[in-house]
Structures are given as structure tokens and as C-alpha cells.
């Protein structure tokens, strides 16, 4: 008997993928085949680009340099939803890479309808991919159902940047770094402390776009917050109080004690940060390049317990094999060995600000002394990641329906009641409709 996650009918697949976006379709069979190229070479599809992408790149043309013996074909798609339309198309007509990047919290909407294979334990050990090499929680991100379908490449948490010259004018450093911060009134009183040190703003963060489901799941984190979901994630069993606590927080900083501006973009949370008209910005931790590359007096912290809980939003890259009938075994083994390699090149991607999941650069000196990676390290361990949904993960919908909800409460349009009525029906709105990718 089929199960959901070996028995999805190419039509089913192709149906739902489209479903999905179908436009992405175009692209795909212009690659042709990835496997008429011999057992020791391996496609590669990826969605990095920027400074992610060069240090991509810099740990492709090491690998080349090493005795591996495999030859990598690379190919940069669209970052979003673009990118795992299109996967999920070639794995559909059976002409998908061999590896892909992957975010983990894509997972609960591509492994049951399998769309990615499952990851054999004593294939992985060959190449000396074991659990034991992970920190436990970030392994456990690429399961599901008790089975291994995602190699984690990293975490990339949510932190707290701040400017060390402008922390030092306003009293809140402790020697070379940020003294620690604990509890809602003591968080808030640092954030308006900078702002009388900048003169404009305490803290920025994009209004604007999906950084407030990241701030929200991480205060809704902190609190305690039941699971979003029930497990077959048919259900929805958000704890709508602590929901409303968690905006009602982040309205605070724009519309009660106004040490943060209610109406920022991306572009420009960023920009207030690095130019001074804030002194601490909430983000993720893949901005480190750009204060390297401005020579910017600026360190990291990891989010301080507001509700009296370490926890911070994350996610994870990592590398997936997808599903195909016709790939050899000679060939799935050079992929893994692949990313075996992609894994051991770990300090190159942690550059970037990604906390390694490869634990043995995370444990070493080099990694040790890498600043400011190296000082909020700990936010892999303490990650709440998003639910394990079809419409949620990385530039998903439900993404998109919690920052268009919560931004209400912080532009002064509604309030945190407001705001949790509006996501609940947004959610319970979704889960009336089947997953567009059907067994």
C-alpha cells in the first residue's frame, strides 16, 4: 500500500505543483536530464546569490580542488516560492538535481508528498554524516515522520545587532559588550536609552514585510506559547493570549514608548541601523556582511529574554536529495558525499553569519574566535522555528498573513486583539482548503 510519501502520482505531483505557481514551470525542461552525466557528477540547485552566493562559490571551487573526484554542476534560481515550485516540478517529471538547498521549514510541505527522499542512515555515516556531529534540535529540523530527509547546513537565528559606540554613550555596555538585558521594562528602558543616544530612534526592524513573524514567533516563543498547530497540522491550537502579549510588546516599542519607528521597510531598518538613527536593530544574522564590508562600529547579541525564556526565531539552510526514480546509487552516493563536503567547508558559509550546524567548525578555535559570529552562537540552541504546514516556511503564506495582521497593532490601525483576530481567521482560512500537492 502507498503511503503519502512514496505513492504521489506524477499527475497528482504536477497538478499541486502547479497549483503552486505555475509560471516556474518555465526553466525547468530547457535543463534536460541531470543524470546523463555519469555517476561522479552532481546538479546542484541553490538559491543564493549576494554575499550567501560568493561564499557559495568559494566553497564549490574548494571542493573542486579536493580529491573527491566529483564534478558539481550548480545552477542559482530565484530565492522564494519560485525556486521550490520549480523543485517540486522537476521532482514531479522525474528531472530534478541531485542536491538542492533547501529551507527546513519547508519540510512539512514537500516530504509527505514525496517530493524529497529519504536519507539512508548508513549512507550518510560512509561519508561520516551522524547525528552525533549536530547539535540535536537542528538535526531533528530535517525529519519527518521518524526519517531523515534534510541535511542542515546551518541556522540563521533572529539577533539583536547593536552599535557599540552608541551603546557606550547611552550606559549600557558591560567592558566590550552589551550588558545583559532581562525582562520586558529593563528591554524597553535599553531601547529608550539608545534612543536619547541617537536622538531619533532606539531599535529598528522592518514593519513593513515577513521580519515581524519572525520577531512574533520569537516573543510568542519566549512566552511559552503553545504549538500553533496539532501535530497533522489540520488544526489550529495558537494560545490566542499569549498571541495578543506577544504583538502587544512589539506595539509597545512603535506605539506606546515610540523608541521604534512604525512604518520601515527592509531597506531602510537596515540603513537606519547602519547610520546611526538607531542604535540596535532586531534581524536576522545574515546582515553580518554588510557592517563587515562598511567597517561599522557594531557587535551582536543574542535576543534577550524578554518574557523571561532564551528563545529567537530561526530557520535552517540545508541540503535535500529530491525524489527520483531513475537516479543510481553510484550517483545519490556522490551527492552525499557532496554535501559531506559542503559540511566540512562550514567556517566559509559561517562568514556570512550563519551559525554552522556542523559542529565540528562551531567547536573550533578558528570558529571560536570568529566575531561577531561567534558571540551569539547559543541562538541555534535556544531556535523556535515555524510550524510544519503546507502554507507555511520561508516566504510563505502564512508568512505573509502574520506580518499583514500584526502590522495593524504596530501602525496604530487596530490593536494586539485586533491583530490575533485577524491572523486566526486568515490561518483557519487556509486550513478549509486542501494542500495544493495531493496523494
Not at 503552486?20 to 555517476?39: K, Y
Not at 560568493?54 to 522564494?80: C, H, N, Y
Not at 506606546?256 to 540603513?271: H, W
Not at 534577550?304 to 525564556?309: D, E, I, N
Request: proline share 7%; with cysteine; aromatic share 10%.
Amino acid at each position: 500500500m502507498s503511503t503519502p510519501e512514496s505513492g504521489v502520482t506524477r499527475r497528482r505531483l504536477l497538478g499541486g505543483a502547479a497549483a503552486l505557481g505555475a509560471g516556474a514551470l518555465l526553466g525547468i525542461t530547457a535543463t534536460g536530464s541531470p543524470f546523463g552525466r555519469g555517476d561522479r557528477t552532481v546538479s546542484f540547485w541553490h538559491l543564493f546569490s549576494g554575499g550567501d552566493g560568493e561564499r557559495l562559490a568559494a566553497m564549490l571551487d574548494d571542493f573542486a580542488k579536493s580529491d573527491a573526484g566529483i564534478d558539481v554542476e550548480p545552477l542559482t534560481l530565484t530565492w522564494g516560492p519560485p525556486y521550490y515550485t520549480k523543485l517540486a516540478l522537476a521532482a514531479a517529471g522525474d528531472r530534478p538535481p541531485d542536491v538542492a538547498a533547501f529551507h527546513s521549514s519547508r519540510l512539512g510541505a514537500y516530504a509527505p508528498q514525496g517530493l524529497l527522499a529519504p536519507l539512508d542512515p548508513q549512507l550518510l555515516a560512509k561519508h561520516g554524516i551522524t547525528e552525533d556531529k549536530f547539535l540535536p534540535e537542528v538535526w531533528k529540523r530535517g525529519q519527518f515522520n521518524g526519517r531523515q530527509y534534510l541535511i542542515p547546513l546551518d541556522t540563521h537565528p533572529l539577533v539583536l545587532y547593536y552599535n557599540t559606540d552608541l551603546a557606550k554613550k547611552a550606559g549600557l555596555m558591560d567592558g566590550d559588550q552589551l550588558r545583559q538585558l532581562n525582562g520586558e521594562q529593563e528591554v524597553l528602558d535599553a531601547f529608550e536609552a539608545m534612543k536619547k543616544a541617537t536622538g531619533q530612534q532606539g531599535v529598528s526592524f522592518e514593519v513593513r514585510g515577513v521580519m515581524l513573524w519572525r520577531i512574533w514567533t520569537t516573543f510568542y516563543g519566549q512566552l511559552g506559547g503553545a504549538p500553533m498547530f496539532t501535530p497533522d497540522g489540520t488544526k489550529l491550537t495558537m494560545d490566542d493570549a499569549k498571541a495578543e502579549q506577544a504583538i502587544a510588546f512589539m506595539t509597545e516599542m512603535t506605539q506606546g514608548r515610540k523608541v521604534a519607528a512604525s512604518d520601515l521597510d527592509y531597506p531602510a531598518a537596515v540603513a537606519n541601523f547602519q547610520n546611526g538613527t538607531s542604535g540596535f536593530m532586531l534581524n536576522g544574522a545574515w546582515e553580518v556582511p554588510t557592517f563587515e564590508a562598511a567597517e561599522f562600529p557594531y557587535d551582536i547579541a543574542p535576543i534577550p529574554a524578554v518574557f523571561g525564556k532564551d528563545a529567537n526565531w530561526a530557520d535552517s539552510h540545508a541540503f535535500c536529495v529530491p525524489a527520483s526514480d531513475t537516479r543510481s546509487p553510484e550517483r545519490l552516493d556522490s551527492a552525499i558525499a557532496f554535501i559531506a563536503g559542503m559540511l566540512e567547508r562550514g567556517q566559509t558559509w559561517a562568514e556570512g553569519g550563519h551559525v554552522p550546524s556542523w559542529q565540528p567548525v562551531v567547536e573550533s578555535e578558528k570558529y571560536e574566535t570568529l566575531e561577531p559570529q561567534s558571540h551569539y552562537a547559543v541562538a541555534a540552541e535556544r531556535a523556535v522555528t515555524g510550524p510544519s504546514v503546507w502554507f507555511g516556511g520561508a516566504g510563505s503564506e502564512l508568512e505573509n498573513e502574520a506580518y499583514a495582521a500584526i502590522q495593524g497593532s504596530l501602525t496604530g490601525a487596530t490593536n494586539p486583539a485586533g491583530a490575533v483576530r485577524q491572523f486566526r481567521n486568515a490561518i483557519e482560512g487556509f486550513l478549509d482548503k486542501p494542500s495544493p500537492v495531493v496523494a
